[in-house]
């Protein structure tokens, strides 16, 4: 059961890099913000995977639930800020130029 | 104890293909908000049953107090996100709408 858990984390750790490809490359600031929300809630599974692999979630659960609150407060914070910025520089210049076409 | 087992492994698998829809919706969909109904749900949906999963299968042992507590904790976890993510997904749409991202329409 260990090495089924070991292939989930695995694959779960091939999806990670899979959304850093839209965290890196994506057009808008906001792309970014919702690729880092979904890194967050797929570490936060990952980390209690790993205490089942090793045999102690009693302590990595409560970095799981710490993990999950820090990146719940960081997109709160992140998109906040954006809203009351009322831009979003590089996206809209380009979100702008797209519409013009 | 292997009916927790095979409930352990659907759960799992089940979260995991929710996992890889929410990530190819992510990486596929042309526009923002696209992206944000992919994620929102399923990464919400995925999370929940996949922690759930987990939590069913740390019983395997036997319902011993500590143990009993541990699972009840992964809940928390899984609720934690099943409440928060749809605030963020929120808040997040909210921003774009005020900060006047375009909505994608098909052109011709």
Same mark, same amino acid.
């Given at each position: 059961?260990? +090495? &089924? &858990? +070991?292939?989930?984390? *695995?694959? #779960?750790? &091939?999806?990670?890099?899979?959304? +850093?490809? @839209?965290?890196?490359?994506?057009?808008?600031?906001?792309? @970014?913000?919702?690729?880092?929300?979904?890194?967050?809630?797929?570490?936060?599974?990952? *980390?209690?995977?790993?205490? #089942?692999?090793?045999?102690?979630?009693?302590?990595?659960?409560? #970095?799981?639930?710490? =993990?999950? *609150?820090?990146?719940?407060?960081?997109?709160?914070?992140?998109?906040?800020?954006? @809203?009351? @910025?009322?831009?979003?520089?590089?996206?809209?210049? =380009? *979100?702008?130029?797209?519409?013009?076409? | 104890?292997?009916?927790?087992?095979? !409930?352990?492994?659907?759960?799992?698998?089940?979260?995991? /293909? /929710? /996992?890889?829809?929410?990530?190819?919706?992510?990486?596929?969909?042309?526009?923002?908000?696209?992206?944000?109904?992919?994620?929102? %749900?399923?990464?919400?949906?995925?999370? !929940?049953?996949?922690?759930?999963?987990?939590?069913?299968?740390?019983?395997?042992?036997?319902?011993?107090?500590?143990?009993?507590?541990?699972?009840? %904790?992964?809940?928390?976890?899984?609720?934690?996100?099943?409440?928060?993510?749809? $605030?963020? $997904?929120?808040?997040?749409? %909210?921003?774009?709408?005020?900060?006047?991202?375009?909505?994608?329409?098909?052109?011709?």
């Amino acid at each position: 059961m260990e +090495l &089924f &858990f +070991l292939i989930i984390t *695995l694959i #779960l750790s &091939f999806l990670v890099l899979l959304c +850093l490809y @839209r965290g890196v490359f994506g057009p808008t600031v906001l792309d @970014r913000i919702i690729s880092v929300g979904v890194i967050g809630t797929k570490t936060s599974v990952i *980390l209690v995977l790993i205490g #089942l692999i090793y045999g102690k979630v009693d302590m990595f659960v409560d #970095l799981a639930l710490v =993990y999950a *609150l820090l990146n719940f407060i960081a997109t709160l914070a992140a998109s906040k800020f954006f @809203r009351y @910025r009322k831009s979003i520089m590089p996206g809209a210049q =380009y *979100l702008r130029e797209k519409g013009d076409k | 104890m292997i009916i927790i087992t095979i !409930l352990a492994v659907i759960l799992v698998l089940g979260g995991l /293909f /929710f /996992f890889t829809t929410a990530t190819i919706g992510l990486l596929r969909l042309p526009d923002f908000y696209c992206r944000m109904h992919a994620t929102g %749900k399923g990464d919400t949906l995925g999370a !929940l049953l996949l922690l759930m999963g987990l939590a069913v299968y740390n019983l395997h042992h036997g319902f011993a107090l500590g143990t009993i507590f541990v699972s009840i %904790k992964i809940m928390f976890i899984a609720m934690f996100t099943f409440l928060a993510n749809p $605030t963020a $997904t929120h808040a997040i749409t %909210k921003a774009g709408l005020d900060c006047g991202v375009e909505i994608w329409t098909k052109e011709e």
